[in-house]
């Protein structure tokens, strides 16, 4: 990433590790989970259940429409983390305790929240393990999913 260039967080600076706190919430956009999107991710992974893809099939569930994939918003929301952190951001360490608690339909838009939950990070390293919670409200406002994740993160250079 070009340092020079403004991160989703606002700034033209790196989230670096410095600057995180738990309890601290992250702003990651929106997701439009439009139909090409999910089509698009039905393509590349082969996940052609009906229930993504065939309206009609939709309509026959309890749903009543087509849903999103519960993996293709976990990928979206974990895709932003890049854009927040910047080059501050190394690897992502695990993902973990995800739960879906409700259905995200096509052509929606989901909101996401995210809070740190910890921060690891000895004295002295030149880097430390950010632990995440991560909140998918769906299009009426309900919780549609939630998980944690962790990632790698720089402290800022020394100039």
């Excluded at 951001?89 to 995210?114: A, I, S, T």
């Excluded at 944690?148 to 402290?155: E, G, P």
Aim: proline share 8%; net charge positive.
């Amino acid at each position: 990433m070009n340092p020079k260039q403004p991160t989703r967080h606002g700034s033209a600076e790196p989230l670096w590790l410095d600057r995180i706190k738990p309890g601290m919430r992250l702003p990651l956009p929106e997701i439009d989970c439009t139909a090409e999107l999910v089509a698009g991710y039905a393509e590349l992974l082969d996940a052609k259940h009906p229930i993504h893809v065939d309206p009609e099939y939709a309509k026959q569930t309890r749903f009543g429409r087509l849903i999103a994939h519960g993996p293709l918003i976990i990928a979206k929301s974990l895709g932003m983390l890049g854009e927040v952190f910047g080059e501050a951001l190394q690897v992502m360490l695990d993902v973990g305790e995800w739960r879906f608690y409700g259905p995200v339909f096509v052509g929606d838009k989901v909101r996401l929240e995210c809070f740190v939950v910890d921060v690891n990070a000895p004295k002295g390293s030149s880097s430390g393990a950010v632990r995440l919670e991560i909140r998918v409200m769906a299009g009426d406002g309900g919780l549609a999913q939630r998980g944690t994740a962790s990632v790698l993160l720089s402290r800022k250079p020394k100039a």
